[in-house]
């Protein structure tokens, strides 16, 4: 069975740090897209990175990037985002999902992972 579980949210002054992890079963990262979402209240899912297994290329929303980092590790089988220097506009529930490939609607995304909270407090 195909699974991605997401884990490793929490809470965190702004300006600090969180490493949220994305574990999968049932297939390999480095053969899919990994990517990380998030939804906070109110508000629609929204694509935070991406990384595409074949060629380790990344992809990251404009306001994230220089902040986090996503990376892959092929021996655990679980694709890691970095978070440094949080804003409490970063505060919503973390989801990973896969994909044949990144740069491609969220809504084609499938095993979906139960999500991890993040909040950032000011």
């Known amino acids: 069975e195909v699974q991605l579980q997401a884990f490793g949210g929490g809470l965190v002054q702004a300006g600090g740090s969180l490493r949220l992890s994305c574990a999968a079963s049932?297939?390999?990262?480095?053969?899919?897209?990994i990517g990380w979402f998030r939804q906070a209240p109110g508000k629609d899912l929204e694509g935070v990175s991406c990384?595409?297994?074949?060629?380790?290329?990344?992809y990251y929303k404009d306001s994230v990037k220089g902040r986090f980092t996503i990376s892959s590790n092929n021996a655990e089988n679980t694709v890691y985002l970095q978070m440094n220097s949080l804003r409490p506009e970063d505060t919503a529930v973390y989801y990973c999902?896969?994909?044949?490939?990144?740069?491609?609607?969220?809504?084609?995304?499938?095993?979906w992972g139960q999500g991890t909270q993040v909040t950032v407090s000011s």
């Open positions: 990384i595409n297994g074949f060629d380790g290329s990344t």
């Open positions: 999902a896969g994909n044949e490939i990144c740069g491609v609607p969220v809504s084609t995304f499938g095993s």
């Open positions: 049932g297939f390999t990262v480095d053969d899919y897209a």
